[in-house]
């Protein structure tokens, strides 16, 4: 089953979407049977990391790689070729997340501190402090992941009261949805303890977000969560309501979430298999999972894993999704039915993540060690089969995450917070 694990201390840890993935040994292959695929790799990193990807109509595209070093990179081409850019907040920790709404601005978080940029962070005063949300005195917010779609911003984490004696669980969890550029926030609250994984808006009403339900495991301040929910929202974030438990069969999760419109919903699971909605997120159907080599989806077999849908990118009615290890994937039918194609998973077969997308043809999907770009062109069917040596090297810890002295580990979609006890 997909593990999660969160360490938390004084302020909580955003959660690292994304993976760090272990090498696989060299898959065998076997001649194509289709066009080699449209996507290059065209950014290598030097680290295991992982990244959020934004892209533009006009090929404007950013990079925000966060590992034991963090950069953004910037491309004009279509994400052919990156420069480095300079210019970031000083002092930011590993848990720090950015993101673009349009070819010059864009939004980062760090824990509880908000900057935005009007110019491509082009110079040393390119990213300035917001105020963010406003809490009560004494209060503040551990941002946990952040969503961005033109002049709408979200950011999901959790608000903390003055410390004190103990574990310092949030006293809230929520959504805070500013549709002004982040100058007014209005808080759609979610229910108990709940790790926001990811929030999305499709427009400045409809939005969707998942988040961990979050437990007590036993250990001193150590908090568990193995189950996810998804949530929608249809007046702008005001209210964040229930649409799915994800735990429907034993080890199942929710994994990305993305509105085509504002009645039609996607939500992938941790094993390749997909449920719809036609109404909103009132109601779901099962959809046809990703294709495998292995037969239907899920395979019951532990190559399910593989198939784990990290995220979706929806443009001109072309719609992407990226799996665990096995590939990129896109449709041009809403999801009713998918072709794969190789991007930074070839031999030897890693993880990849984010994916964003230019227009129907054209987009780029991350990596823990490079960012592959899909070039104009039809859809291709893949040219190679799924990597199967050393699979099992890949299915330990994905994400490790250290600042100000908390912690936090995703192993296999199970999500662990500690957090340092205050003694009395």
């Known amino acids: 089953m997909a593990r999660h694990r969160i360490v938390r201390g004084v302020v909580v840890a955003a959660m690292l979407a994304g993976g760090f993935a272990a090498t696989s040994s060299p898959a065998t292959t076997t001649p194509a049977t289709a066009p080699t695929s449209a996507w290059v790799p065209t950014l290598a990193l030097s680290q295991q990391?992982?990244?959020?990807?934004?892209?533009?109509?006009?090929?404007?595209?950013?990079?925000?790689?966060?590992?034991?070093?963090?950069?953004?990179?910037?491309?004009?081409n279509y994400g052919l070729s990156w420069d480095p850019l300079t210019y970031l907040p000083a002092g930011l920790s590993t848990f720090a997340q950015a993101r673009f709404a349009t070819p010059k601005v864009g939004y980062l978080i760090d824990f509880d501190r908000l900057f935005t940029t009007a110019d491509g962070a082009t110079t040393s005063t390119s990213w300035r402090q917001l105020s963010g949300p406003r809490l009560p005195k004494g209060d503040f917010l551990e941002e946990d992941t952040l969503g961005v779609t033109?002049?709408?911003?979200?950011?999901?984490?959790?608000?903390?009261?003055?410390?004190?004696?103990?574990?310092?669980?949030?006293?809230?969890?929520d959504v805070f949805t500013s549709h002004d550029s982040g100058r007014t926030w209005v808080d759609g609250r979610l229910p108990g303890y709940s790790q926001v994984g990811s929030v999305r808006y499709f427009s400045k009403r409809d939005g969707v977000a998942w988040a961990w339900e979050m437990k007590p495991d036993g250990n001193p301040c150590e908090y568990e969560g193995t189950t996810n929910s998804v949530y929608v929202t249809h007046d702008g974030g005001k209210h964040f309501g229930l649409a799915m438990h994800c735990a429907a069969k034993p080890g199942e999760m929710c994994t990305a979430a993305q509105f085509l419109?504002?009645?039609?919903?996607?939500?992938?699971?941790?094993?390749?298999?997909?449920?719809?909605?036609?109404?909103?997120g009132r109601t779901f159907h099962e959809q046809a999972g990703l294709p495998t080599v292995l037969g239907p989806q899920p395979t019951k077999s532990e190559n399910d894993e593989d198939f784990w849908i990290q995220g979706f990118a929806f443009v001109d009615q072309t719609l992407f999704a990226t799996t665990k290890f096995a590939g990129a994937y896109i449709s041009g039918d809403g999801g009713k039915s998918w072709l794969r194609e190789n991007s930074c998973d070839t031999v030897p077969g890693l993880g990849i993540g984010d994916i964003a997308a230019f227009d129907g043809e054209r987009a780029i999907a991350g990596g823990p060690t490079c960012i592959a770009t899909r070039t104009s062109g039809t859809p291709n069917a893949v040219d190679a089969p799924l990597p199967r040596a050393g699979a099992d090297a890949l299915r330990g810890v994905d994400v490790v995450a250290t600042a100000h002295g908390l912690?936090?580990?995703?192993?296999?979609?199970?999500?662990?917070?500690?957090?340092?006890?205050?003694?009395g």
């Open 150 to 173: 033109g002049t709408t911003v979200a950011i999901g984490g959790g608000v903390e009261g003055p410390l004190h004696v103990g574990c310092n669980p949030p006293k809230t969890s």
């Open 49 to 76: 990391s992982r990244q959020e990807l934004s892209a533009f109509t006009g090929g404007t595209a950013y990079v925000f790689d966060v590992g034991d070093a963090i950069t953004l990179w910037h491309s004009a």
């Open 261 to 280: 419109d504002p009645r039609h919903l996607l939500v992938g699971r941790n094993n390749g298999t997909m449920t719809a909605s036609s109404d909103g």
């Open 407 to 423: 912690r936090e580990t995703v192993s296999g979609g199970r999500l662990i917070v500690i957090r340092p006890r205050i003694s």
